[in-house]
Structures are given as C-alpha cells and as structure tokens.
C-alpha cells in the first residue's frame, strides 16, 4: 500500500499483481499486464519501489530504537534497578513501539522486570543489540534489492537493453577495442569471452576465424568491427528490422589481396541501413554522414596500422607491449612466457617491415603524431566532438584505436605532443559513463 498525492491510502487490486508479466516486460499483446489497469493507479514499478523504501524506512527505525535499548541496559548501571525496564519500555512504547513487545500486559511486564532485577539485564542488553543488528541487515538487504532492481529497469529501458550479447575478443585488439567503445557509450550490456591467441579454442566453433566476433541473442553471429557498429547503430534507431534482417544488408565479398591471400570485405559497412527519414534524423545536414564514413575508414586503412610500429618500435617498447598484452589477455604460464619473449622478437621485427609497407617515416612517432594532429583539425575548435555535441561513429571509431595504447610509452608519447589530450579524455568520459543511453532519441 502506498499513499496518494491527496493523503489517502491506495490499494493495488489483487488481479493487476497476480496478472502482470512475469519478467516485467511487455506481453505479446503489447502491454505491460494481461489486465487494464484504472486510470487513477499508480504504476506499479512505482508501488513496488515506494513499498521497498517504506520497508527500508522500517527497518532502519526499528534498528535505531533496538541498538538504543541494548546499549541503555549495557551501559548504564541503573540498568539493575526494577525501575529501569519499565522507564525505558515507556519510552519505547512512546515512539510507537510498545505493540512489538508489550501485548503481554500488566503479567507479562512484572516477569521481565522480575527478570531484571535477577541479573538478566546484560542478557536483555544483548538481546536488543542482537535485534537491532538483525534490523540493520535487513535494512541493508532491502537497499540493495531496490538497486538492482533500479538496475535492472534501467538495462531493460535502454535502447537494445533486450539484446543478449556476446563479444569474443582480444583484449588488446583496436578492431576489439571499437566495438567495445560503442557498446559501452550506448550502455549496451554485453558479455565478454576473452579468446586465446594461440589455440583460439573459444571460437573454434566459428568457420570465421578471427575477432571481434559478436553474437546476438545466441543466434545472430557479427563477424568485422565496422560491420557489428554499424548493424548495432541500425538497430537502434529502427527497431523494427531484425538483427537478421539488418545483417542481410552486409553480404560478404570475397577478394584476394594484392599478397595473393583471399580476404573477405564488407564494400558496405560504413553504411547505416535507413530510410530518407531515419537518415535525416541521424545526419541533418547531408555532410555529417560523408564526414563520419570518410573518417571511419581512415580509422580502419590508415590509423590503425600506425599502432604496431609505434608500440614495437623498439625492443624495450616489444617486451613492455607484450607483458601489457599477456597480463590482459588469456594465457597460460608457458603461452605467456613464449609470447612475452618470442613474440616481441617476432613483432619488433614485423614492425619493421610494416613500416616499410606504409611507406612510413623513420621515427614512426611523427606518422602517429602528424594523423592524430589531422584528425583534432577535422573536428575544429567549434565541436566537442566530430559529431558536434555528442559523439558520432567516426569518434568512437579513434577513440578505439588510440586507446589500446594506454599504458605503453607510445601513448604517453602521443598525449604530451599532440593537441588530441582533451577530446581523448572527453570519450574517455563520454564511454565510461554511458552517455549514449542520455542522448536525444531520434525523430523520424
């Protein structure tokens, strides 16, 4: 029961409790309860979260009034004079208490004085105190059930909050690290199964053969980062099309590249699957989109494959990458020696030879440094970020890449020379604190 605005007490029939959807979702008919609910009641999420406070309330109350009475009988001597009950069990029953224990009348308060007076005042010292730590957790027990169920509101509200997602991923991977960046700013829950590097058993059920991979629901697999952004990002401003529907708009194509290996592409994946509407209402002006599917391929060709050479561009540099990458990837003891050791060998010299490839320069800080500077200069003075207040996919794209550098000298190197230290910390902000569940949903 919980009281009306007017100072009333409202009652929740018992057919709206009994009927209402099992998991707090809607039913299949499209509302909350099988059965309506009149107009002048309150919903229930807000019975439900008034009953768990006034039980809290409650019990926080009784708590303070126990633990008083038992240190009162602790502490004081007087506590083994006769008069001492009766004069603290007024005061108790003066604050609204005295039905917990005193229904037994004028009898039953002559045996616990009689009590008293034998010695047992320590005895009911202790009994109180025990009742008000018995009040205090069961003031903590129902706090915490009102914040998980908070919680939990709150996820199944949120845009895509029904996805059941799975990411399998290396930690350390940039392509890994964009698409969490997107799930974490639009505050998508999602678990993470952390795939070996070597053996790569978690994902040997998969023909696809490297990460990220995200699975939706069990069923859908997302296999490309730029692809899993963008089917998400469709996802959620029209969600009426299904993962499976939207996937069909990403057909694989199979090439082979200009080192005779096939390759498979996505020549659609910057793309987001929308009609005129849904488009004008994510990019009102027509170069906001051309500006975000330039810059995330540029993430994706140019920026990075700035990263290896510039975090095994020495072999000090190699070994402390790769005691980073074994210290958060999945190893085990002899994998992580082996790829501690040998593979920052190995890496210090394909960095080499990656350098060579993308025609950098000699000190490879300054290809790092001159992309990065570029890419402050293509959002301006003017924008917070390159999708004005909030940011877009190109951000969350570089944010991504930049940031499994964090830790290592090449970024320290990159934050102390460049001019990207505040947009940098901005998405760091922006993703840690989900703000994408705040932004302004989008009218079409």
């Known amino acids: 029961m919980v009281s009306s605005s007017a100072g009333a007490p409202e009652r929740i029939p018992a057919a709206v409790t009994r009927r209402r959807h099992p998991s707090g979702a809607k039913s299949p008919s499209g509302e909350g309860c099988d059965v309506a609910r009149p107009a002048q009641l309150k919903p229930l999420s807000l019975v439900v979260h008034s009953g768990t406070l006034c039980k809290a309330n409650m019990a926080a109350s009784c708590a303070r009034t126990l633990t008083k009475v038992g240190l009162s009988f602790l502490e004081s001597p007087a506590a083994r004079r006769s008069g001492a009950f009766s004069y603290l069990l007024g005061n108790v029953g003066a604050h609204g208490s005295r039905r917990a224990y005193g229904t037994g009348g004028a009898g039953f308060r002559s045996k616990l004085l009689s009590g008293v007076r034998q010695g047992g005042g320590r005895v009911l010292g202790c009994a109180f105190l025990l009742g008000g730590g018995l009040g205090l957790y069961q003031t903590v027990k ?5 914040h998980l169920a908070e919680e939990e509101r709150k996820v199944s509200e949120a ?38 590097p070597v053996m790569r058993k978690e994902i040997k059920w998969s023909t696809y053969r490297k990460v990220p991979i995200l699975m939706v629901d069990g069923e859908v697999q997302l296999n490309d980062s730029s692809v899993i952004i963008s ?8 969600k009426k099309k299904s993962m499976s529907d939207i996937l069909r708009c990403y057909p694989e ?26 488009t004008v209402a ?19 060709d140019w920026l990075v494959h700035l990263i290896s050479p510039n975090v095994y561009r020495t072999t000090n540099e190699a070994l402390a990458s790769f005691d980073y990458i074994v210290r958060e990837g999945k190893f085990g003891t002899f994998e992580g ?19 060579s490839r993308h025609n950098l ?6 290809d790092l440094y001159k992309a990065v500077n570029d890419w402050v200069a293509a959002i301006g003075k003017n924008r917070k970020f390159m999708g004005g207040d909030q940011p877009n996919l190109a951000d969350l794209s570089v944010f991504g890449v930049l940031r499994v550098m964090d830790g290592l000298q090449a970024f320290d190197d990159m934050m102390a020379n460049t001019k990207v230290k505040y947009w ?12 994408g569940l705040n932004a302004k949903p989008y009218k079409h």
Request: glycine share 4%; hydrophobic share 35%; proline share 3%.
């Open 159 to 196: 845009p895509g909050g029904s996805l059941q997602l799975t990411l399998y991923q290396y930690k350390t991977c940039p392509f890994c690290s964009k698409v969490r960046a997107f799930l974490d700013y639009h505050g998508l829950p999602y678990e993470i199964v952390e795939v070996n």
């Open 231 to 238: 089917s998400l990002k469709t996802y959620l401003v029209n």
């Open 337 to 355: 020696f082996f790829a501690k050791y040998v593979g920052a060998a190995a890496m210090f010299v394909i960095s080499k030879r990656l350098k």
């Open 424 to 435: 940098y910390r901005r998405m760091e902000s922006a993703t840690l604190n989900h703000e």
């Open 361 to 366: 320069q000699d000190d490879v800080r300054e």
């Open 253 to 278: 194509m199979k090439s082979v590249n200009d080192r005779g290996k096939e390759v498979i592409e996505y020549n659609n994946k910057y793309w987001l699957m929308l009609s005129e509407g849904e």
């Open 282 to 300: 994510v990019y009102p002006q027509k170069e906001m989109q051309k500006e975000e599917m330039k810059w995330r391929q540029w993430a994706d």
């Open 142 to 146: 129902l706090s915490v059930q009102q």
